[in-house]
């Protein structure tokens, strides 16, 4: 007597291979944005035009979401040092013929709009140095494992740090190193490089800082030393979250917001209009939302079929967390005030695509898990 086996296997559409978990986590997050940015834009005409942009710029970052998490994320790393190049190029650019704006370089006008290449060089870090390290399969890295991926890592830093632009520097630096980490490096070298910061401190301080870092520093320290000037931001700032007590003051019903008393509320100080307008429940609910987010980032690169995967995922998931981290932890007077977006919630075009082709590269990762 003969018995037959008929295995059914389902092919799995795109559809079904995404993470619909990931996805609600990304859109509650980018509704919770437009929610507050529409808030602080209400009162200015010129910012009710950011809000309009603003709802262009995410379906077009959906769009890159999408096709970026159909393609299969190798194609992407083989292409790693051309988007690298193109990108220490653009930054190139920026410091010849760059649009000027408060002392800075750092867009090139593009006529549709400016383009930042410091932001998407965060990317593009993650892609090569992640193809690299995959390649080159070391681990407990010492001097010698270290001395590429420095280079890699050192080049658009200094650039970027040339602009001026010294928080995205610091970004650049702190996303790439937290993939090394991730491999482990030897205690030597941590060793080594603590002690070469805290050399390196006061001679930045001296002959690197210009006159206006240095004040964000003391201005961070004690921000009552000029609260009509360079320490108003960070004195605003914490007016808003504080006055937002528990449960916040209601929708558009922000003072600091609606009187205009908040400095670059629909940006970099969007985290303080929804603090004053929805409270402490409002901001823990978001950065709830943004835990879930780095969990699920980091559970598809625990589940990555290979070692390039599970450092794009880390690579990712940093560079939401160093975000997060540094905007939160500046508008509440933990950190310097520095330039750098809430990721999905502020505005801007270059910031809010280059987020969203990240995570389409978390979901190429997740998808590849799958043969059919």
């Known amino acids: 007597m003969s018995h037959s086996l008929n295995l059914k296997i389902e092919e799995r559409t795109p559809l079904k291979r995404l993470d619909w978990n990931y996805i609600i986590v990304i859109l509650t997050l980018q509704v919770i944005g437009l929610v507050n940015l529409y808030s602080a834009a209400f009162s200015t005409s010129h910012l009710s035009r950011v809000f309009s942009a603003q709802t262009l710029w995410i379906p077009i970052g959906w769009s890159a979401f999408f096709l970026i998490a159909r393609l299969n994320y190798k194609r992407i790393l083989n292409l790693s040092f051309f988007i690298y190049l193109a990108n220490l190029i653009a930054l190139i650019l920026v410091l010849l013929i760059g649009k000027q704006f408060y ?62 632009d010294l928080g995205t520097a610091m970004l650049l630096a702190a996303i790439p190193s937290s993939m090394l980490l991730f491999l482990k ?7 080594s490089a603590l002690l070469v910061a805290a050399v390196s401190l006061p001679l930045a301080w001296n002959y690197g800082l210009k006159p206006y870092q240095k004040n964000r520093v003391l201005n961070f320290l004690n921000p009552e030393r000029d609260p009509r000037g360079t320490g108003y931001n960070s004195i605003q700032a914490k007016i808003a979250i504080g006055s937002g007590q528990i449960l916040g003051k209601g929708f558009r ?3 600091q917001s609606q009187l205009e008393f908040l400095p670059e509320r629909h940006s ?15 901001g823990l609910f978001t950065l709830s939302l943004f835990t879930i987010l780095l969990f699920l980032i980091l559970h598809t690169a625990a589940n990555s079929n290979d070692r390039s995967g599970a450092l794009i995922c880390v690579g990712v998931a940093a560079f939401i967390f160093w975000h997060m981290l540094i905007n939160v932890g500046m508008v509440t007077g933990l950190l310097p005030i520095v330039g750098v977006p809430l990721p999905l919630l502020s505005y801007g075009g270059s910031s809010m695509v280059t987020f969203m082709v990240s995570l389409g590269l978390v979901a190429s990762v997740s998808n590849q898990r799958y043969m059919f």
């Open 103 to 164: 002392g800075a370089r750092r867009w090139l006008d593009l006529a549709v709009f400016h383009y930042q290449p410091s932001e998407t060089m965060k990317l593009s870090l993650i892609l090569f140095l992640g193809a690299y390290l995959a390649k080159h399969k070391s681990e407990n890295l010492g001097f010698k494992e270290l001395l590429v991926p420095g280079l890699i890592i050192g080049l658009p830093f200094l650039l970027t740090a040339k602009q001026p």
């Open 185 to 191: 490096v030897k205690t030597r070298v941590l060793v």
């Open 253 to 255: 019903q922000g003072s």
């Open 268 to 282: 970099d100080f969007i985290f303080c209009v929804l603090s004053e307008e929805y409270g402490f429940i409002g």
